[in-house]
């Protein structure tokens, strides 16, 4: 559950929008995290392979 910063009203599961006043919420980083581990999964793989 998220509370709306705007209207103080519980919005379900991850929303990017408030249903009840159209406050957008701001977008997760979680995004920019899978791509870092990406990043370190691919150089881990690639150093294995090296050996
Ligand atoms: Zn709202």
Redesign the pocket.
Known sequence: MHE??????E?EGTPTE??????EFPQQKSSIKMVAWLLIVLLVVFILWMY
């Open positions: 709306c910063p705007s209207c103080a009203l919005v408030c249903p009840y006043c159209g406050y």
